[in-house]
């Protein structure tokens, strides 16, 4: 198989290639990810000293049929990804005639290269892809329509993964950018996956509570918030051993707690330099304070880690769960279905019932005192 190699080349190619497919609703896409991309592709693709170019338009279909549906369009809110797919498409010369009716490697504007080849049946095929027809440009060289577009699915999936979900999965607006923000941002965090879970549980309710996104008055237009985000450490140590989960069991204590981490706006550099009282999302309050060594504290939760949201606020990691160990213990005793040896409960007996909550709430209080010296 012969190689041709690619030649610098053109004298305003994107100008010519919009012209050129304008009239060209099949390309209609395309065309618009080339504008977008206008002024990087220019400093790639020169013109003025006699270059010529190919391109290798992938169809509207070619577009269509490589992307997810109901997602964000990649091409739309990624440059270094549009960019680096539609070099994939271009060769720094015009083609010659004789290329297309034999079997040649081509070097693309990237530095791939792609097998060029007339098949049997006809079609000339350029990696896989079918030509569909030819559009020549007034000076520059050739377009070529193609049926397939020249993107690895990994980086089509890497592109729309480093983009907060906006949509939901049937393509409409989500009601609430926050926690999609929150959960986007921490999603590859192994220690903040309970804080996740116990949002996403609570997502429906908390949204009411904590507006932001779409479908808002216009008062709530620049709606932005703080969340002190507890790890997963900080949670484990809160909770008793042994005993079900009462962010699980109990939706007031969970709504309550995660509220408890909340601050209504996006708290400022001032706010943090020096001694503050917060008022939180539950309307109790919280104090941020600097340790003798330094670190900065929310109550007696030490701030490990700082997160820009998207667009949302800012979410700060922090080591210790803000609430009180009473709520706790008192979530917990509400809502067991289960003695301390894992016996169901007979809710026919309610001597037995209150006998069982008994026992369990001497093992919490032992257990709480046992916490307490240490």
């Known amino acids: 198989m012969a190689t041709l190699s690619s030649s610098l080349g053109s004298v305003d190619l994107l100008s010519e290639i919009q012209a050129a497919l304008a009239g060209h609703e099949d390309v209609s896409y395309v065309l618009d990810y080339l504008k977008l991309s206008q002024e990087q592709l220019a400093k790639d693709l020169p013109s ?16 269509i049929f490589s992307l997810p549906q109901d ?69 520059m060289g050739n377009i070529y329509v193609i049926d397939e577009i020249f993107a690895d699915q990994e980086d089509i999936y890497e592109a729309i993964g480093n983009v907060p979900p906006k949509f939901g999965p049937l393509g409409e607006p989500l009601t609430n950018l926050l926690f999609s923000e929150i959960n986007f941002a921490l999603r590859k965090r192994p220690d903040t996956t309970y804080i996740r879970e116990y949002l996403d549980l609570s997502y429906d309710e908390l949204g009411s509570e904590l507006p932001s996104g779409f479908y808002l008055p216009d008062s709530h237009e620049k709606t932005s918030y703080t969340f002190f985000a507890p790890t997963d450490d900080a949670i484990a140590t809160a909770l008793p051993q042994d005993v079900s989960n009462p962010f699980y069991d109990n939706d007031q204590f969970r709504r309550n707690v995660l509220l408890a981490h909340f601050v209504r706006h996006r708290l400022s550099d001032e706010e943090f330099r020096q001694r503050s009282v917060l008022t939180m999302a539950n309307n109790e309050t919280a104090v941020i304070t600097r340790s003798a060594g330094g670190s900065l504290l929310i109550n007696r939760a030490t701030i490990v880690e700082k997160i820009p949201l998207a667009t949302t606020g800012t979410v700060y990691l922090i080591d210790y769960l803000m609430t009180d160990q009473d709520e706790i213990y008192k979530a917990i005793s509400s809502n067991q279905t289960f003695d301390p040896w894992g016996i169901p409960f007979d809710n026919n007996s309610s001597e037995q019932q209150v006998q069982q909550v008994d026992i369990i709430a001497e093992l919490l209080l032992r257990e709480k005192q046992e916490k307490e010296k240490q």
Do not use: C
């Open 71 to 139: 997602v964000v369009d990649p091409f739309i809110v990624d440059s270094q990804f549009r960019h680096k797919v539609l070099l994939a498409h271009f060769v720094r010369q015009d083609l010659p005639d004789f290329v297309f009716r034999g079997k040649f490697m081509i070097t693309m504007a990237n530095d791939n290269k792609y097998p060029l080849a007339l098949n049997p049946d006809g079609v000339v095929r350029l990696n896989g892809a079918n030509i569909l027809g030819v559009i020549p440009l007034e000076t």
């Open 48 to 63: 003025g000293n006699g270059e010529t170019y190919t391109f290798f338009a992938p169809n509207n279909n070619a577009i």
